[in-house]
């Protein structure tokens, strides 16, 4: 049988506004089922993908009966899911838990702990030839080891051999500097992860390669610019620090008003506050992380000094500019924010088709 005959297949967790799963279908994968327990991310990812495809509830909900009930007839008989894929809700690696010691990290916390064995469940359930984990890089520091363990170990008894790696979207040709986790478990092998296809403007050559440099924030949103809007109240940044705002060079934040920077009397003290405070954006640089919450006072900030649009933070993402959002704009950026950058998804997604194709046929 041709490894092409069939037309791969995956199913999502923690789908959200589709990010993941957009990337996924551009690689060539028919994401057949999508699970999310957010009701706007539910409504985006059905004006976006079509309705039905994805399950609103708790990964929690899904069971044998959930997958036969929802997948049977979507595929071919004796065939299962080429790959299952995910990144379940990032706070209980997040650097934040860093600062905010009164909460708990990893598996810990209780949504940590439910959702990853979530996902591992799934995985258990749908055996597919390939999964694909993703979270913040936190995920990979020490202290939070038992999550990571878990994950390896319970897939690697299901007889996957993994892969993981904390990658870079902006090595990958998204607009941002971005530093992902992913881990990549393959049936038979072991993955290998895509070499960047951007570097680095720093760097003049990468393994001896040269590459393109980093897509800046200015090629990818600059001629948004253009299109100032005569009221953009909504758009108001910096609260009560506005008119100092306007004096941060871009690319740089409030470090700029501290003693150690040379400012003559400062108005902060060093790393008192969070990086991303008065944080204001280069265009001749990848956009810093887009965070899942908006702030007027947190970057990353437009260089304009005022909070970015949600078209601006669709681009940084590398989401098309007609892809839709259900709620709020503080809902729509909360979508934005949390999801995997599609191109980065694209650039993994076909290299685990193409090395689950150069195995032979699909199951």
Same mark, same amino acid.
Not at 50 to 78: C, Y
Not at 250 to 275: I, Q
Not at 307 to 321: A, H, N, S, T, Y
């Given at each position: 049988?041709?490894?092409?005959?069939?037309?791969?297949?995956?199913?999502?967790?923690?789908?959200?506004?589709?990010?993941?799963?957009?990337?996924?279908?551009?690689?060539?994968?028919?994401?057949?089922?999508?699970?999310?327990?957010?009701?706007?991310?539910?409504?985006?990812?059905?004006?976006?993908?079509?309705?039905?495809?994805?399950?609103?509830?708790?990964?929690?909900?899904?069971?044998?009966?959930?997958?036969?009930?929802?997948?049977?007839?979507?595929?071919?008989?004796?065939?299962?899911?080429?790959?299952?894929?995910?990144?379940?809700?990032?706070?209980?690696?997040?650097?934040?838990?860093?600062?905010?010691?009164?909460?708990?990290?990893?598996?810990?916390?209780?949504?940590?702990?439910?959702?990853?064995? %979530?996902?591992?469940?799934?995985?258990?359930?749908?055996?597919?030839?390939?999964?694909?984990?993703?979270?913040?890089?936190?995920?990979?520091?020490?202290?939070?080891?038992?999550?990571?363990?878990?994950?390896?170990?319970?897939?690697?008894?299901?007889?996957?051999?993994?892969?993981?790696?904390?990658?870079?979207?902006?090595?990958?040709?998204?607009?941002?500097?971005?530093?992902?986790?992913?881990?990549?478990?393959?049936?038979?092998?072991?993955?290998?992860?895509?070499?960047?296809?951007?570097?680095?403007?720093?760097?003049?050559?990468?393994?001896?390669?040269?590459?393109?440099?980093?897509?800046?924030? %200015?090629?990818?949103?600059?001629?948004?610019?253009?299109?100032?809007?005569?009221?953009?109240?909504?758009?108001?940044? %910096?609260?009560?620090?506005?008119?100092?705002?306007?004096?941060?060079?871009?690319?740089?934040?409030?470090?700029?008003?501290?003693?150690?920077?040379?400012?003559?009397?400062?108005?902060?003290?060093?790393?008192?506050?969070?990086?991303?405070?008065?944080?204001?954006?280069?265009?001749?640089?990848?956009?810093?992380?887009?965070?899942?919450?908006?702030?007027?006072?947190?970057?990353?900030?437009?260089?304009?000094?005022?909070?970015?649009?949600?078209?601006?933070?669709?681009?940084?993402?590398?989401?098309?500019?007609?892809?839709?959002?259900?709620?709020?704009?503080?809902?729509?950026?909360?979508?934005? %924010?949390?999801?995997?950058?599609?191109?980065?998804?694209?650039?993994?997604?076909?290299?685990?088709?193409?090395?689950?194709?150069?195995?032979?046929?699909?199951?």
């Amino acid at each position: 049988m041709s490894p092409r005959k069939h037309k791969l297949t995956s199913m999502s967790l923690f789908s959200g506004c589709g990010g993941l799963d957009l990337g996924l279908t551009q690689a060539g994968f028919d994401v057949l089922l999508a699970n999310d327990n957010d009701a706007h991310c539910v409504a985006s990812y059905d004006l976006n993908f079509g309705a039905g495809r994805i399950l609103h509830g708790s990964v929690t909900q899904i069971d044998e009966s959930v997958i036969n009930d929802r997948l049977g007839s979507k595929l071919a008989k004796g065939r299962h899911i080429d790959l299952l894929a995910g990144g379940p809700p990032c706070p209980p690696y997040s650097k934040s838990r860093f600062y905010r010691k009164n909460k708990p990290r990893a598996l810990a916390d209780p949504i940590g702990e439910e959702t990853l064995r %979530g996902y591992l469940h799934t995985l258990d359930i749908l055996r597919p030839r390939a999964f694909l984990f993703e979270n913040v890089f936190g995920f990979a520091y020490r202290v939070h080891k038992d999550a990571f363990n878990c994950l390896l170990s319970t897939a690697e008894s299901l007889g996957y051999q993994c892969s993981s790696a904390v990658l870079n979207a902006a090595d990958y040709g998204v607009p941002q500097i971005r530093q992902r986790f992913f881990m990549v478990g393959m049936l038979g092998h072991k993955f290998k992860f895509p070499p960047p296809t951007h570097r680095d403007p720093g760097k003049a050559e990468l393994n001896g390669v040269s590459l393109p440099s980093w897509t800046t924030a %200015g090629e990818a949103i600059g001629d948004l610019d253009t299109l100032e809007k005569a009221d953009d109240k909504g758009h108001f940044a %910096g609260g009560k620090h506005n008119d100092i705002l306007k004096l941060i060079p871009p690319g740089d934040n409030y470090l700029f008003f501290t003693k150690e920077r040379g400012y003559a009397k400062p108005l902060f003290k060093w790393r008192s506050r969070y990086w991303s405070f008065l944080l204001k954006l280069s265009p001749t640089m990848p956009s810093w992380t887009i965070q899942a919450r908006r702030s007027n006072n947190m970057g990353p900030l437009h260089w304009r000094n005022r909070m970015l649009r949600i078209e601006e933070v669709k681009r940084l993402q590398g989401f098309p500019d007609d892809w839709k959002l259900t709620g709020t704009i503080e809902k729509q950026w909360r979508q934005i %924010g949390n999801a995997v950058p599609p191109p980065l998804a694209k650039v993994i997604g076909t290299a685990i088709r193409a090395q689950l194709e150069s195995c032979g046929a699909t199951s």
